[in-house]
């Protein structure tokens, strides 16, 4: 073993070893001075516009055209709706709402948190973005996700904390946000859901529910996703509220759903009840895709959707004109796509009022038949093959009991073309309620809408003896896209309503991607379940055209009347799906007296659409067009 001297120890540095700690230096030196400097000079060039400036900026009107470019409507900006609240004049109450919810380091950090950002850098979910930085994203209009705009954020949440108080900060903060309604600032907010002035008379749950509206207003507007997924975010809030000391975990607060007023749109006559419904579905596409009202009323963009005027005009005069026969509690839905690429052509929410039928989840009832099919046929199995029949069995702890009418050797087509029941039970018993679920997601039906977790129990997790009969809800608009991977030889593609953006120079700004790809697999099976699903439900339009339609009902709760009806088909150039029910849950007879069903009412509306629809149009085959037509 041998020990250094200190004569070694002092030997002088080598030029090696010169070279090696001047490389290390630099090196330190560059990474620690570069950001430095950047950051410095940022600061000194980077500036923060006033929050009058913005409000200036925002007052632009937002254009929704057809899909040939014609104007389908206006958004505008309320009257009224931009008044400059200072922070003196702003309750107690819905400040600490919205800090606890947005931001509960506001008052002690430096215009951001730092722990936030490192979890959204570490993890991907969340921007880490405080009140400071998303006054500076509002204020700039930049909502881009880059590290350019991330670094930028930093640099003017430092210098605005420095040269601003924080009540300063939160006063131009709370007057550019937007609250949904095209409302601008918490006194708009105030009287476009309550009816009534901002002042010190807020209850602590108007304010929950005003603060729980930033962050996605189109989403959680109670007009836009119903008073269920409403209630969900306030209660968010509320526990925000608690766990950060606001109040007290034994105060009494209730969702205020009773208070809040319809949309002031409507209200005002701008735009029909049908066409709310599609701008706000419009509206929380464009959210989602990272185009938020403020954006675009930021930069007076233009938004073309999938839309054809024609379409849409056929699906309203078709819809309203049968349910002229029928009982006035009677409500419907239609909506149309191109299978292919997802593009919503027609959609019709209906026109009684806020409630958008096309949007609501409805059970499905025996429309959810031919996803039991599609999982058998993934498997391997044909349509063809023999199947039981029973009058009676049971399921997950639920037994079921409906009339024999596909015996002597039931099939899977013949059980699809008598309307039977009790087959396609028998069939989810032999796969499981897992597949069904699973085929059904693959074909497009959503996870969760509004995040509720579709064919689920109401726990969110267990699926029940409900998804062999379609006793789970289901949104039409999402029916619809999940029958069009069957007319799409197989192939999913997402249902949208939004095809392009443009700025104010007509210049396309975002597009709409190409999310089609096979659902089941590969091309081979994704193509042989669809062909197979399309050989059950093969029909033909009244002009000859070859299409497949599927009829079904859903019951009043396990009793022998119905309460939901559908009609859901295709051609291979367009795939449409028709509901009629109510308002509420109950047992629904048609005008002639016979339980509401599917092949009547609903039917007649479908037919009646698609041929208006199909007209100067070509004559294409069907996906599985080889197999026998069924008039139906």
């Known amino acids: 073993m041998t020990i250094a001297t200190e004569e070694e120890d002092a030997k002088p540095d080598t030029p090696r070893r010169f070279r090696w700690r001047r490389v290390t230096g630099w090196t330190i030196g560059s990474l620690v001075g570069v950001p430095l400097i950047a950051f410095w000079v940022a600061y000194l060039v980077l500036d923060v516009r006033s929050p009058q400036d913005v409000l200036a900026g925002l007052d632009k009107t937002v254009v929704l055209q057809y899909a040939d470019g014609s104007e389908l409507l206006k958004v505008l900006p309320a009257d009224g709706d931009r008044l400059f609240v200072p922070y003196s004049q702003v309750p107690a109450k819905l400040r600490d709402a919205i800090i606890a919810t947005e931001d509960p380091t506001f008052w002690d950090n430096q215009g951001f948190d730092p722990t936030g950002i490192g979890r959204a850098f570490l993890t991907g979910v969340g921007g880490g973005s405080g009140i400071t930085q998303q006054y500076i994203k509002k204020s700039t209009g930049d909502a881009e996700a880059s590290l350019w705009r991330k670094f930028a954020e930093l640099v003017l949440a430092t210098k605005i904390t420095q040269e601003q108080s924080k009540e300063q900060i939160f006063e131009s903060y709370v007057n550019i946000i937007s609250f949904g309604r095209g409302t601008f600032g918490p006194a708009a907010a105030m009287n476009a ?10 209850t602590w749950s108007e304010a929950a529910f005003l603060a729980g509206m930033i962050q996605s207003p189109s989403v959680h507007d109670p007009a836009a996703s119903g008073d269920a997924h409403a209630a969900r975010r306030w209660q968010y809030v509320r526990d925000k509220l608690v766990a950060r ?14 208070e809040i007023l319809p949309p002031s749109e409507t209200r005002a006559g701008r735009v029909t009840y049908d066409e709310f419904h599609i701008k706000q579905q419009v509206l929380a ?3 989602q895709d990272g185009f938020p009202l403020s954006r675009l009323q930021q930069g007076n963009m233009t938004v073309e959707t999938t839309l054809d005027r024609g379409m849409q005009d056929v699906a309203k005069k078709a819809l309203l004109d049968r349910l002229k026969r029928e009982p006035k509690e009677f409500r419907g839905a239609l909506v149309a796509a191109d299978p292919k690429t997802g593009a919503v052509r027609a959609y019709y929410g209906g026109d009684q009022g806020i409630r958008d039928y096309a949007g609501t989840s409805h059970a499905t009832g025996s429309a959810f038949f031919p996803f039991t099919l599609a999982t058998v046929l993934r498997r391997g199995y044909g349509a063809d093959l023999p199947i039981p029949s029973p009058e009676k069995l049971e399921f997950l702890g639920e037994t079921f009991q409906y009339p024999d009418v596909c015996s002597p050797k039931c099939t899977s087509r013949k059980a699809m073309a008598s309307q039977a029941i009790t087959p396609f039970i028998a069939l989810a018993k032999q796969v499981g309620p897992d597949a069904l679920s699973e085929t059904a997601r693959q074909a497009g039906i959503p996870e969760a809408v ?10 969110g997790f267990l699926i029940g003896a409900g998804i062999a009969v379609g006793r789970y809800p289901l949104r039409p608009l999402d029916v619809m896209g999940a029958y069009g991977t069957f007319a799409a030889n197989g192939h999913r593609a997402t249902p949208h309503l939004v095809a392009k953006v443009r700025d104010r120079s007509g210049e396309v700004v975002w597009e709409h991607p ?3 790809g096979p659902a089941f697999g590969g091309d081979d099976v994704s193509r042989r379940v669809a062909d197979g699903v399309t050989g059950t439900l093969a029909t033909a339009l009244p002009d000859g055209r070859p299409a497949a339609l599927r009829t079904g009902e859903a019951e009043h709760g396990i009793g022998p009347d119905n309460q939901d009806a559908w009609a859901v088909g295709y051609t291979s150039q367009l795939v449409t799906a028709v509901w009629i029910g ?16 599917g092949d009547v009412v609903p039917a007649d509306i479908w037919r009646g659409f698609m041929v208006a629809a199909h007209r100067g149009q070509p004559v294409r085959p069907l996906s599985g067009g080889g197999l026998p037509v069924v008039r139906r």
Do not use: C, H, N
Request: aromatic share 8%; net charge negative; no cysteine.
């Open 193 to 202: 859901y309550f009816g009534k002035k901002l002042d010190d008379s807020i």
């Open 245 to 258: 000391g606001y109040v007290k975990s034994d105060e009494q607060m209730a969702y205020p759903g009773a």
């Open 285 to 287: 596409e464009l959210e």
């Open 450 to 459: 509004d995040g509720v977790p579709t064919l689920r129990e109401k726990d």
């Open 514 to 516: 190409d999310t089609s």
């Open 582 to 597: 109510s308002d509420d849950d109950r047992l629904l007879k048609d005008a002639t007296g016979a339980k509401l069903t």
